[in-house]
């Protein structure tokens, strides 16, 4: 190829029906910037605040309708070498990605490129023709469980081909055209490279208007990590996100902490026997007073309690309520905390017409770090 | 001086007051014997818009008479909120109406404030207390079936002919595309999205039916375009089919533009609630002219101006 070819952008995706994506990113958006990582298996929205509290939304390739990812334009001149895992310099020009060593294969680099950007402008884009509203709260009825992968980002590394493109994304238009209610948005988003902007072109339908976008991209700021140590977790909750939702919503706005405490099972959950310890409460404190909601030993409300020695940490109240909008978005949360009191809220986000438990379904994350008591 | 005309259109007359309350406050209205005129031109409105408009009378009012010593013309300012709210309670509402069988208590409280149907709105210019006012006498059935009289006295002044007379139009070159907006509601939408991005919006229309809008900041670029749309010929054009003023050649895929304030643009765009047909033109660099018909274009029963200057963009 010779130097004078066009360079392929880095990230080609499009959707049919931005709603589900809209929806996605409003999860998490609690504070104007937020930084995309791109890479092969999709996109990671990561927004902070106050240095403790960060939300990830993960969106992965297969929830778009097309998704190709290429390297970003490197600093050498073969544009189309495979990227080594190590080879953070050439990535971009800031320097600021690094290659999440986790779980990729050896030879290509997980993460592709990454930037800032405002996402109140990304989500007003969007939503331009009033169209990418609010979806309806998922139904909770057992049929519309999806079964879904609690470490789902390390598990779709191994369907894609070398270029990225997600497989069955043609399939799933299907989806989105059968029933609906009103219009439907489509969108396409193609992002050049550093220190480009991030294009999208948004259409309603064949006759209406179209609208392109380039939203101003800005370097990466490093984020606080948060590393979830899963060896040392102490305690493991998956439950109905209604239940933890009507808990939170209960709860009057002054208050100020909100303390997860866990007891251990003392039998088997087969046969529960009245105990006099709760498996789960959450208590609440504030100016006003304090409000303490138990949470029954019931598989029926806590599908899946694991807990190995009592746990009682505390969080911000304010910080814990940034996460309502995503919770009532989903269908499935997963509390976990480990020793050091980090809290990982993983709420999953269904697709409104999902195939099944293929994995791709968006999910929210939140990593909250305890209050030193 | 004297005035009085029954109003028969008040849903109408209703709507094209909650575009121009949301404008200003204080509005002019010249009444002649044929038109009446609607002036918002403050200089404190928001981005300079000025609105200009003109409704044949019999389209609103019947048994109207009007007697002036100035031409039998009368112009008066008044507080538009004031005038909203006469018309508000002379608009009926016909669901209100519905008796509901298991609602023996049909007091109406709580269902709806005008649980009145109206039979008859009167306005007569009149004068209390040496104080002029249009006096809104609206006649109606309560749901029990009992006549129920309010009236509404919005104080108005009256302005001296001298004034009325520099009352103007303001000067425009002419415009250079003339095109049909799409439906102002998907146009309100799509711009009250932009409004959080910038103060500024370019709009951009050529003779071969392509209008855009676009916001351009450091943050972000957005242009929306509408492509097929009409472009109305006016008279104007067919008299100039020969000489040009501007250019030879028309070229109709030239795309003419004027940067106005989002605000403003927006401020028109709440008169969607009246309009039925709308056609914009550009003057550019220079300013907006948008033309909204109220009722059928054919008919002109009446046409809302809005003049929206364009902002000098740094």
């Given at each position: 190829?010779?130097?004078?070819?066009?360079?392929?952008?880095?990230?080609?995706?499009?959707?049919?029906?931005?709603?589900y994506?809209?929806?996605?990113?409003?999860?998490?958006?609690?504070?104007?910037?937020?930084?995309?990582?791109?890479?092969?298996?999709?996109?990671?929205?990561?927004?902070?605040?106050?240095?403790?509290?960060?939300?990830?939304?993960?969106?992965?390739?297969?929830?778009?309708?097309?998704?190709e990812?290429?390297?970003?334009?490197?600093?050498?001149?073969?544009?189309?070498?495979p990227?080594?895992?190590?080879?953070?310099?050439?990535?971009?020009?800031?320097?600021?990605?690094?290659?999440?060593?986790?779980?990729?294969e050896?030879?290509?680099?997980?993460?592709?490129?990454?930037?800032?950007?405002?996402?109140?402008?990304?989500?007003?884009?969007?939503?331009?023709?009033?169209?990418?509203?609010?979806?309806?709260?998922?139904?909770?009825?057992?049929?519309?469980?999806?079964?879904?992968?609690?470490?789902?980002?390390?598990?779709?590394?191994?369907?894609?081909?070398?270029?990225?493109?997600a497989?069955?994304?043609?399939?799933?238009?299907?989806?989105?055209?059968?029933?609906?209610?009103?219009?439907?948005?489509?969108?396409?988003?193609?992002?050049?490279?550093?220190?480009?902007?991030?294009?999208?072109?948004?259409?309603?339908?064949?006759?209406?208007?179209?609208?392109?976008?380039e939203?101003?991209?800005?370097?990466v700021?490093?984020?606080?990590?948060?590393?979830?140590?899963?060896?040392?977790?102490?305690?493991?909750?998956?439950?109905?996100?209604?239940?933890?939702?009507?808990?939170?919503?209960?709860?009057?706005?002054?208050?100020?902490?909100?303390?997860?405490?866990?007891?251990?099972?003392?039998?088997?959950?087969?046969?529960?026997r009245?105990?006099?310890?709760?498996?789960?409460?959450?208590?609440?404190?504030?100016?006003?007073?304090?409000?303490?909601?138990?949470?029954?030993?019931?598989k029926?409300?806590?599908?899946?309690?694991?807990?190995?020695q009592?746990?009682?940490f505390?969080?911000?109240f304010?910080?814990?309520?940034?996460?309502?909008?995503?919770?009532?978005?989903?269908t499935?949360?997963?509390?976990?905390?480990?020793?050091?009191?980090?809290?990982?809220?993983?709420?999953?986000?269904?697709?409104?017409?999902?195939?099944?438990?293929?994995?791709?379904?968006?999910?929210?994350?939140?990593?909250?770090?305890?209050?030193?008591? | 001086?004297?005035?009085?005309?029954?109003?028969d259109?008040?849903?109408?007359?209703?709507?094209?007051?909650?575009?121009?309350?949301?404008?200003?406050?204080?509005?002019?209205?010249?009444?002649?014997?044929?038109?009446?005129?609607?002036i918002?031109?403050?200089?404190?409105?928001?981005?300079?818009?000025?609105?200009?408009?003109?409704?044949?009378?019999?389209?609103?009012?019947?048994?109207?008479?009007?007697?002036?010593n100035?031409?039998?013309?009368?112009?008066?300012?008044?507080?538009?909120?004031?005038?909203?709210?006469?018309?508000?309670?002379?608009?009926?509402?016909?669901?209100?109406?519905?008796?509901?069988?298991?609602?023996?208590?049909?007091?109406?409280?709580g269902?709806?404030?005008?649980?009145i149907?109206?039979?008859?709105?009167?306005?007569?210019?009149?004068?209390?207390?040496?104080?002029?006012?249009?006096?809104f006498e609206?006649?109606?059935?309560?749901?029990?079936?009992?006549?129920?009289?309010?009236?509404?006295?919005?104080?108005?002044?009256?302005?001296?002919?001298l004034?009325?007379?520099?009352?103007?139009?303001?000067?425009?070159?002419?415009?250079?595309?003339?095109?049909?907006?799409?439906?102002?509601?998907?146009?309100?939408?799509?711009?009250?999205r932009?409004?959080?991005?910038?103060?500024?919006?370019?709009?951009?229309?050529?003779?071969?039916?392509?209008?855009?809008?676009?916001?351009?900041?450091?943050?972000?670029?957005?242009?929306?375009?509408?492509?097929?749309?009409?472009?109305?010929?006016?008279?104007?054009?067919?008299e100039?089919?020969?000489?040009?003023?501007?250019?030879?050649e028309?070229?109709?895929?030239?795309?003419?533009?004027?940067?106005?304030?989002?605000?403003?643009?927006?401020?028109?765009?709440?008169?969607h609630?009246v309009?039925?047909?709308?056609?914009?033109?550009?003057?550019?660099?220079?300013?907006?002219?948008?033309?909204?018909y109220?009722?059928?274009?054919?008919?002109?029963?009446?046409v809302?101006?809005?003049?929206?200057?364009?902002?000098?963009?740094?």
């Open positions: 190829m010779s130097q004078d070819e066009r360079i392929p952008a880095v990230l080609t995706a499009s959707v049919a029906d931005v709603r994506l809209a929806s996605l990113l409003r999860g998490v958006h609690f504070s104007n910037m937020a930084s995309v990582t791109l890479s092969r298996s999709g996109l990671t929205i990561t927004v902070e605040e106050a240095r403790t509290l960060v939300g990830y939304a993960f969106i992965f390739a297969q929830v778009f309708d097309e998704f990812l290429h390297a970003s334009k490197p600093n050498n001149p073969k544009p189309n070498r990227r080594r895992a190590t080879n953070g310099d050439a990535v971009s020009d800031s320097g600021s990605t690094e290659p999440e060593s986790d779980e990729e050896p030879d290509a680099p997980t993460v592709e490129a990454a930037f800032q950007i405002n996402l109140n402008i990304l989500i007003d884009c969007l939503n331009i023709f009033g169209t990418a509203g609010p979806l309806p709260a998922p139904s909770t009825a057992a049929n519309n469980f999806k079964r879904w992968k609690r470490d789902g980002e390390g598990d779709d590394d191994g369907v894609h081909g070398e270029d990225g493109r497989n069955g994304g043609r399939g799933r238009i299907d989806a989105y055209l059968a029933g609906g209610d009103g219009k439907r948005t489509s969108m396409r988003m193609s992002y050049e490279g550093d220190g480009y902007p991030l294009t999208l072109l948004i259409a309603e339908d064949a006759n209406g208007p179209t609208t392109t976008c939203i101003t991209t800005y370097q700021e490093p984020h606080i990590d948060l590393e979830f140590d899963s060896e040392t977790v102490v305690l493991r909750i998956i439950f109905k996100s209604s239940w933890l939702r009507d808990a939170l919503s209960e709860l009057d706005p002054s208050c100020e902490k909100l303390t997860f405490i866990a007891n251990p099972s003392v039998d088997g959950p087969q046969r529960p009245l105990n006099t310890q709760p498996m789960l409460r959450i208590q609440a404190d504030g100016t006003h007073g304090s409000t303490e909601m138990d949470f029954p030993n019931d029926e409300v806590l599908e899946t309690f694991d807990c190995t009592r746990v009682s505390s969080y911000r304010s910080h814990i309520v940034r996460t309502l909008r995503a919770l009532s978005s989903s499935k949360t997963s509390l976990r905390i480990d020793e050091s009191g980090l809290l990982s809220l993983q709420f999953l986000m269904p697709k409104p017409q999902s195939t099944g438990a293929d994995g791709s379904d968006g999910f929210v994350e939140f990593r909250c770090l305890a209050l030193d008591e | 001086m004297r005035f009085r005309a029954n109003i259109n008040v849903p109408t007359f209703f709507r094209i007051m909650q575009t121009l309350e949301k404008l200003q406050k204080r509005l002019i209205i010249k009444f002649t014997e044929t038109t009446m005129h609607l918002c031109n403050s200089d404190t409105n928001e981005g300079g818009i000025q609105v200009w408009s003109q409704i044949k009378v019999p389209s609103l009012f019947s048994k109207y008479r009007i007697q002036s100035a031409n039998n013309e009368i112009t008066l300012v008044l507080s538009s909120e004031a005038l909203l709210g006469a018309l508000r309670s002379a608009s009926s509402n016909p669901s209100g109406l519905t008796i509901n069988p298991n609602n023996g208590n049909a007091n109406g409280q269902n709806n404030v005008n649980s149907e109206t039979e008859e709105v009167i306005v007569r210019l009149t004068k209390k207390n040496e104080q002029a006012m249009l006096s609206i006649t109606g059935l309560s749901r029990l079936g009992r006549t129920v009289r309010v009236a509404h006295d919005v104080r108005i002044e009256v302005l001296k002919p004034d009325a007379a520099r009352l103007g139009e303001p000067l425009c070159p002419a415009p250079d595309v003339h095109v049909l907006l799409p439906p102002l509601q998907k146009l309100r939408t799509i711009v009250e932009l409004r959080p991005m910038s103060n500024i919006l370019a709009l951009r229309a050529n003779n071969s039916g392509v209008l855009q809008i676009a916001v351009n900041t450091e943050g972000v670029k957005v242009e929306t375009e509408w492509r097929g749309c009409t472009n109305p010929k006016t008279s104007e054009e067919e100039n089919a020969d000489g040009d003023e501007d250019e030879g028309k070229d109709p895929e030239k795309l003419h533009s004027v940067v106005i304030s989002i605000k403003s643009f927006l401020k028109f765009l709440n008169s609630v309009s039925t047909t709308t056609i914009a033109c550009i003057c550019q660099h220079h300013c907006l002219i948008l033309y909204v109220i009722g059928d274009v054919a008919d002109a029963g009446g809302l101006t809005f003049y929206i200057p364009a902002v000098i963009d740094e």
